[in-house]
């Protein structure tokens, strides 16, 4: 495959991410700022791997050996029903985006020994 295919627009990931929550009846970070910086990763990522490796996590660029940290990733709804949020913040549980909090800092589920 070549680079050239790889690449997304911004608004190419914005479409995908808004897919996602609605489809999965989800709700996006709120914060402009935050959630542009988050989508632009998810380009950046996807240009260098090919997927879309998670924007706050580091990879191997494998993707069978990333495939739990690829977005949305398994730990987002065990992450959302314990803090309400995913560890990046990019996707909120909608009561917890209804009742105004703000993402905090949350711990990392993915076990330690998948990290490389
Ligand atoms: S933590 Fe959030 S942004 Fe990162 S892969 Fe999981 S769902 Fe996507």
């Known amino acids: ?48 791997y090919g997927y879309f490796l998670c924007p706050c996590r580091d990879g191997t660029g494998e993707r069978h050996k990333d495939r739990d940290i690829i977005c949305p990733c398994v730990y987002n709804v065990p992450d959302q029903r314990e803090y309400g949020h995913c560890f990046c913040a990019l996707f909120l549980d909608r009561r917890f985006a209804a009742s105004g909090k703000r993402p905090q800092p949350i711990p990392e589920r993915r076990p330690e020994s998948l990290f490389e």
């Open 1 to 48: 495959m070549s680079r050239q295919s790889h690449s997304k627009t911004q608004d190419d990931v914005y479409t995908f991410v808004r897919r996602v929550a609605g489809h999965q009846g989800w709700e996006l970070n709120q914060d402009p700022e935050f959630l542009d910086d988050l989508v632009s990763g998810l380009r950046q990522n996807y240009a260098r």
